[in-house]
Protein backbone atom coordinates (compact mmCIF):
# COMPACT_ATOMS: atom_id res chain seq x y z
CA UNK A 1 0.00 0.00 0.00
CA UNK A 2 1.55 3.66 -1.11
CA UNK A 3 -0.72 5.51 0.99
CA UNK A 4 -2.06 7.22 -2.02
CA UNK A 5 -5.88 6.54 -2.64
CA UNK A 6 -8.11 6.93 -5.75
CA UNK A 7 -11.34 7.14 -5.95
CA UNK A 8 -13.21 5.40 -7.63
CA UNK A 9 -11.18 2.16 -8.65
CA UNK A 10 -13.39 1.68 -11.68
CA UNK A 11 -16.05 4.18 -13.75
CA UNK A 12 -17.73 3.31 -17.08
CA UNK A 13 -19.50 6.15 -18.69
CA UNK A 14 -20.89 7.37 -22.38
CA UNK A 15 -19.20 9.75 -24.88
CA UNK A 16 -20.27 13.52 -24.24
CA UNK A 17 -20.46 12.78 -20.58
CA UNK A 18 -17.94 14.71 -17.61
CA UNK A 19 -15.97 12.73 -14.83
CA UNK A 20 -14.63 13.96 -11.51
CA UNK A 21 -11.25 11.05 -10.90
CA UNK A 22 -10.39 12.02 -7.05
CA UNK A 23 -6.84 11.73 -5.41
CA UNK A 24 -5.72 11.68 -1.70
CA UNK A 25 -1.85 12.06 -1.35
CA UNK A 26 0.29 10.34 1.30
CA UNK A 27 0.26 12.30 4.31
CA UNK A 28 2.74 14.90 4.09
CA UNK A 29 3.19 15.23 0.72
CA UNK A 30 2.75 18.46 -1.23
CA UNK A 31 2.73 17.02 -4.64
CA UNK A 32 0.57 15.60 -6.66
CA UNK A 33 0.95 14.17 -10.24
CA UNK A 34 -1.66 13.21 -12.79
CA UNK A 35 -0.52 10.53 -15.44
CA UNK A 36 -2.68 9.00 -18.32
CA UNK A 37 -1.75 5.13 -19.18
CA UNK A 38 -3.21 4.09 -22.60
CA UNK A 39 -2.43 1.02 -24.78
CA UNK A 40 -1.49 3.34 -27.68
CA UNK A 41 0.16 6.07 -25.82
CA UNK A 42 1.66 4.38 -23.23
CA UNK A 43 2.52 6.31 -19.69
CA UNK A 44 2.02 9.87 -20.27
CA UNK A 45 2.01 13.02 -17.42
CA UNK A 46 -0.93 15.08 -17.85
CA UNK A 47 -0.43 17.91 -14.75
CA UNK A 48 1.13 18.36 -11.19
CA UNK A 49 0.11 20.65 -8.48
CA UNK A 50 2.17 21.60 -5.37
CA UNK A 51 1.05 22.54 -2.62
CA UNK A 52 -2.51 24.07 -4.06
CA UNK A 53 -0.59 25.63 -7.29
CA UNK A 54 -0.18 24.21 -10.57
CA UNK A 55 3.19 23.47 -11.09
CA UNK A 56 3.77 22.04 -15.01
CA UNK A 57 1.61 20.93 -17.41
CA UNK A 58 2.09 17.74 -19.83
CA UNK A 59 0.11 16.26 -22.56
CA UNK A 60 -3.44 17.22 -21.04
CA UNK A 61 -6.14 17.96 -23.53
CA UNK A 62 -8.02 21.39 -22.83
CA UNK A 63 -10.99 19.01 -21.59
CA UNK A 64 -9.16 17.88 -18.83
CA UNK A 65 -8.80 19.82 -16.04
CA UNK A 66 -7.64 19.91 -12.25
CA UNK A 67 -6.73 21.47 -8.93
CA UNK A 68 -5.47 20.84 -5.63
CA UNK A 69 -7.60 21.63 -2.41
CA UNK A 70 -6.05 23.35 0.81
CA UNK A 71 -6.36 19.45 2.07
CA UNK A 72 -3.88 18.43 -0.53
CA UNK A 73 -6.30 16.20 -2.24
CA UNK A 74 -7.04 16.72 -5.63
CA UNK A 75 -9.22 15.87 -8.56
CA UNK A 76 -9.17 15.43 -12.34
CA UNK A 77 -12.12 16.64 -14.51
CA UNK A 78 -12.88 14.70 -17.55
CA UNK A 79 -15.27 16.42 -19.74
CA UNK A 80 -16.80 16.15 -23.72
CA UNK A 81 -15.10 12.70 -23.28
CA UNK A 82 -14.29 10.40 -26.25
CA UNK A 83 -13.81 6.68 -26.32
CA UNK A 84 -10.22 7.61 -26.85
CA UNK A 85 -10.59 8.59 -23.45
CA UNK A 86 -10.62 5.32 -21.94
CA UNK A 87 -7.25 5.22 -19.77
CA UNK A 88 -5.70 3.92 -16.48
CA UNK A 89 -5.30 7.56 -14.46
CA UNK A 90 -2.73 7.37 -11.82
CA UNK A 91 -1.83 9.94 -9.44
CA UNK A 92 1.07 10.34 -7.59
CA UNK A 93 2.70 12.11 -4.87
CA UNK A 94 6.01 13.35 -3.51
CA UNK A 95 7.10 15.00 -0.50
CA UNK A 96 9.17 17.73 -2.11
CA UNK A 97 8.74 19.25 -5.45
CA UNK A 98 12.06 19.26 -7.72
CA UNK A 99 14.36 16.30 -5.15
CA UNK A 100 14.83 13.44 -6.66
CA UNK A 101 12.42 11.77 -5.01
CA UNK A 102 10.57 8.75 -5.94
CA UNK A 103 7.05 9.30 -6.55
CA UNK A 104 3.95 6.97 -4.98
CA UNK A 105 1.50 5.78 -7.12
CA UNK A 106 -2.29 5.43 -6.42
CA UNK A 107 -4.13 2.18 -7.40
CA UNK A 108 -5.43 4.06 -10.14
CA UNK A 109 -8.64 4.52 -11.82
CA UNK A 110 -9.67 2.69 -15.03
CA UNK A 111 -12.04 4.93 -16.81
CA UNK A 112 -13.96 2.94 -19.77
CA UNK A 113 -15.98 5.19 -21.94
CA UNK A 114 -18.32 3.60 -24.14
CA UNK B 1 13.28 12.26 -29.00
CA UNK B 2 13.00 9.46 -26.62
CA UNK B 3 14.24 9.88 -23.07
CA UNK B 4 13.86 6.42 -21.72
CA UNK B 5 14.07 3.03 -24.19
CA UNK B 6 12.91 -0.17 -23.16
CA UNK B 7 13.84 -2.53 -26.28
CA UNK B 8 12.47 -5.92 -24.54
CA UNK B 9 8.79 -6.00 -25.10
CA UNK B 10 8.73 -9.19 -23.25
CA UNK B 11 10.97 -11.33 -21.89
CA UNK B 12 11.09 -15.15 -19.90
CA UNK B 13 12.82 -16.53 -17.18
CA UNK B 14 12.97 -19.57 -15.47
CA UNK B 15 11.88 -19.83 -12.13
CA UNK B 16 15.05 -18.82 -9.38
CA UNK B 17 17.50 -17.41 -12.20
CA UNK B 18 18.19 -14.16 -12.46
CA UNK B 19 17.17 -11.57 -14.62
CA UNK B 20 18.47 -8.52 -16.81
CA UNK B 21 15.69 -5.62 -18.11
CA UNK B 22 17.35 -2.83 -20.17
CA UNK B 23 16.93 0.63 -20.23
CA UNK B 24 18.78 3.28 -21.87
CA UNK B 25 18.62 7.00 -21.32
CA UNK B 26 19.12 10.25 -22.62
CA UNK B 27 20.00 13.67 -21.28
CA UNK B 28 21.72 16.30 -21.63
CA UNK B 29 21.61 17.25 -17.72
CA UNK B 30 24.02 15.84 -15.20
CA UNK B 31 21.85 16.02 -12.40
CA UNK B 32 18.87 13.40 -12.67
CA UNK B 33 17.07 10.23 -11.27
CA UNK B 34 16.18 7.16 -12.65
CA UNK B 35 13.48 4.97 -11.24
CA UNK B 36 12.18 1.28 -11.80
CA UNK B 37 8.45 0.77 -11.30
CA UNK B 38 6.12 -2.88 -11.38
CA UNK B 39 3.03 -3.03 -12.96
CA UNK B 40 1.26 -6.57 -11.93
CA UNK B 41 -1.85 -7.44 -13.84
CA UNK B 42 -3.78 -5.82 -11.29
CA UNK B 43 -2.78 -2.27 -12.34
CA UNK B 44 -1.06 -0.44 -9.40
CA UNK B 45 2.37 0.77 -9.88
CA UNK B 46 4.81 -0.57 -7.30
CA UNK B 47 8.10 1.68 -6.70
CA UNK B 48 11.39 -0.71 -6.81
CA UNK B 49 14.48 1.32 -6.88
CA UNK B 50 16.15 4.81 -7.58
CA UNK B 51 19.34 5.01 -8.96
CA UNK B 52 20.74 9.15 -8.58
CA UNK B 53 23.25 10.40 -10.94
CA UNK B 54 25.64 11.08 -8.65
CA UNK B 55 25.64 8.59 -6.66
CA UNK B 56 28.92 6.03 -6.54
CA UNK B 57 27.59 3.17 -6.56
CA UNK B 58 24.88 0.80 -7.85
CA UNK B 59 21.30 0.77 -5.84
CA UNK B 60 20.00 -2.40 -4.48
CA UNK B 61 16.77 -3.13 -2.30
CA UNK B 62 16.46 -7.03 -1.32
CA UNK B 63 16.22 -8.70 -4.39
CA UNK B 64 16.34 -5.98 -7.13
CA UNK B 65 19.77 -4.25 -8.05
CA UNK B 66 20.01 -1.78 -10.66
CA UNK B 67 23.12 -1.86 -12.95
CA UNK B 68 24.22 1.87 -13.66
CA UNK B 69 26.79 2.42 -16.58
CA UNK B 70 26.66 6.39 -17.09
CA UNK B 71 29.06 6.91 -20.01
CA UNK B 72 26.92 4.03 -21.90
CA UNK B 73 23.26 5.76 -20.27
CA UNK B 74 22.09 2.82 -19.44
CA UNK B 75 20.18 2.01 -16.36
CA UNK B 76 19.34 -2.15 -16.38
CA UNK B 77 17.68 -3.57 -13.41
CA UNK B 78 18.73 -7.16 -12.26
CA UNK B 79 16.26 -9.30 -10.60
CA UNK B 80 17.94 -12.18 -8.80
CA UNK B 81 16.44 -15.23 -7.93
CA UNK B 82 12.67 -14.53 -9.61
CA UNK B 83 9.76 -15.88 -8.75
CA UNK B 84 6.69 -16.57 -10.28
CA UNK B 85 5.16 -13.27 -8.00
CA UNK B 86 7.74 -11.23 -10.47
CA UNK B 87 5.63 -11.58 -13.38
CA UNK B 88 4.30 -8.30 -13.90
CA UNK B 89 5.22 -5.14 -16.38
CA UNK B 90 8.35 -3.17 -15.57
CA UNK B 91 9.03 0.35 -16.38
CA UNK B 92 12.39 2.27 -16.04
CA UNK B 93 11.61 6.08 -15.51
CA UNK B 94 13.80 9.57 -15.66
CA UNK B 95 13.29 12.63 -13.65
CA UNK B 96 15.39 15.84 -14.54
CA UNK B 97 15.52 18.14 -12.40
CA UNK B 98 14.52 21.13 -14.53
CA UNK B 99 11.30 18.63 -15.09
CA UNK B 100 9.54 17.28 -12.39
CA UNK B 101 7.23 14.63 -13.82
CA UNK B 102 8.72 10.91 -14.48
CA UNK B 103 9.32 10.25 -18.02
CA UNK B 104 8.74 6.30 -18.79
CA UNK B 105 9.97 3.87 -20.86
CA UNK B 106 7.52 1.50 -22.57
CA UNK B 107 8.06 -1.53 -20.55
CA UNK B 108 9.27 -4.84 -20.66
CA UNK B 109 6.72 -7.77 -19.85
CA UNK B 110 8.65 -9.68 -17.33
CA UNK B 111 7.23 -13.78 -17.41
CA UNK B 112 8.86 -15.98 -14.86
CA UNK B 113 8.02 -20.07 -16.02
CA UNK B 114 7.76 -22.68 -12.96
Known amino acids: DSGVTQTPKHLITATGQRVTLRCSPR?????VYWYQQSLDQGLQFLIQ???????AKGNILERFSAQQFPDLHSELNLSSLELGDSALYFC?????????????FGPGTRLTVL | AQKITQTQPGMFVQEKEAVTLDCTYD???????LFWYKQPSSGEMIFLIY??????QNATEGRYSLNFQKARKSANLVISASQLGDSAMYFC???????????FGKGTRLSVIA
Open chain 1, 92 to 104: ASSPQQLAHNEQF
Open chain 1, 27 to 31: SGDLS
Open chain 1, 49 to 55: YYNGEER
Open chain 2, 27 to 33: TSDPSYG
Open chain 2, 51 to 56: QGSYDQ
Open chain 2, 93 to 103: AMREPSRTPLV
